[in-house]
């Protein structure tokens, strides 16, 4: 299964796009997303749940941390569930 995410750029400092994202959060927290331009969709991502449910929360909450390091914000709010 598998789920596209909207990516609002202006929210994240140092992050130009979706290929931007995906490569630095590969770099950083060893989660590989497919960006949505590849696609088509600039600004989205790709999330495939391919994965056991303890890996998948694992890779959600380095999704989160990344996020939450590369926003203008000190601290954002992000659902997961």
Request: hydrophobic residues 45%; negative net charge; glycine residues 2%.
């Amino acid at each position: 299964m598998a789920v596209m995410v909207k990516l609002n750029v202006s929210l994240l400092k140092d992050i130009s796009d979706d290929i931007d994202f995906c490569f630095k959060l590969a770099k950083e927290e060893s989660v590989i997303l497919l960006p949505g331009l590849t696609v088509g969709l600039k600004n989205w991502v790709r999330v495939t749940f391919a994965a056991d449910p303890s890996s998948l929360e694992e890779a959600l909450d380095r999704v989160k941390s990344f996020c939450q390091k590369h926003s203008h914000q000190h601290k954002v709010h992000i659902d997961l569930v």
